[in-house]
């Protein structure tokens, strides 16, 4: 037995709702057109869907002139992206609208803290062992410019080699990451009050590690020179280490910050 199809024929205005149609329409339109109901199911990875609007209303796939229509926001929702209307310029944003903008920053994400000074026990722990923890305040370079988001960390060695290092899990989530490394003058957190710090032009070095893969290398990085890894590949990456190191005889303040991650 066939299904009888259900038609109506109306006259629509066609301004454009999130929820009515794919089909962006840059001005209103009035014109006569028969649409069918014809019980149109929506599957998606293989998962049937029951497309609503935003107020939890059922919205039923319509054709009018061979065309299938169906509803943004339920299929956006059920996708995992964003809808967004923009009625000034009578578009819709189906996912990121600003792609510049990013999708997570690293210090949102739970970290663990690696003490890897192993060569002086004295400089294990304690107040003048080594230090690391998010920032929650404000850190000044030596050019000025105040950073208020990312990790600052300090580093006290006398007799070898020092680090401290980070692991922080990605879960092969992003494919890029910005960030920058700064040695600054003054640092005022809820914890750490600190000014006119590595005023001695103390040098540090930064290792950057994508599982184990080395992403970004560099060393003698001082104060007058605040650096910047842009558009780092992080596409599979499981876990992402940072590892800030000084020499021999040194004590260095350091500040990740400004670390953007994007999909």
Do not use: H
């Amino acid at each position: 037995m066939f299904k009888t199809k259900k038609s109506r024929t109306i006259l629509i205005t066609v301004a454009l709702i999130l929820t009515l149609s794919v089909t962006v329409f840059a001005k209103q339109i009035s014109e006569q057109a028969e649409i069918f109901y014809n019980n149109i199911k929506i599957y998606i990875d293989g998962a049937e869907i029951v497309p609503k609007d935003a107020n939890g209303n059922v919205v039923e796939p319509f054709t009018m002139n061979g065309t299938t229509y169906l509803p943004v926001r339920a299929i956006s929702n059920a996708l995992g992206k964003d809808v967004e209307w923009d009625g000034a310029t009578q578009s819709v944003y189906i996912g990121k609208k600003d792609q510049t903008k990013p999708d997570n920053y690293l210090d949102r994400i739970q970290y663990s803290y690696l003490n890897t000074n192993t060569r002086d026990e004295n400089l294990q722990s304690g107040p003048f062992g080594n230090k690391f923890e998010r920032i929650i305040g404000i850190v000044t370079d030596y050019q000025g410019k105040d950073y208020t988001n990312g990790y600052v960390m300090y580093m006290r060695n006398y007799s070898g080699d020092s680090s401290v290092k980070i692991e922080i899990p990605l879960n092969s989530q992003y494919k890029k990451l910005n960030g920058k490394l700064v040695m600054p003058k003054e640092i005022k957190t809820e914890t750490i009050q600190e000014t006119e710090i590595n005023k001695d032009n103390q040098l540090c070095t930064l290792t950057i590690y994508g599982d184990s893969r080395k992403l970004f290398y560099l060393n003698n990085i001082m104060p007058s020179m605040p650096i910047d890894f842009n558009s780092l590949d992080v596409t599979g990456v499981n876990t992402i280490s940072f590892e800030i190191s000084s020499s021999q005889d040194s004590r260095v303040w350091a500040a990740l910050t400004d670390l953007a991650l994007y999909k």
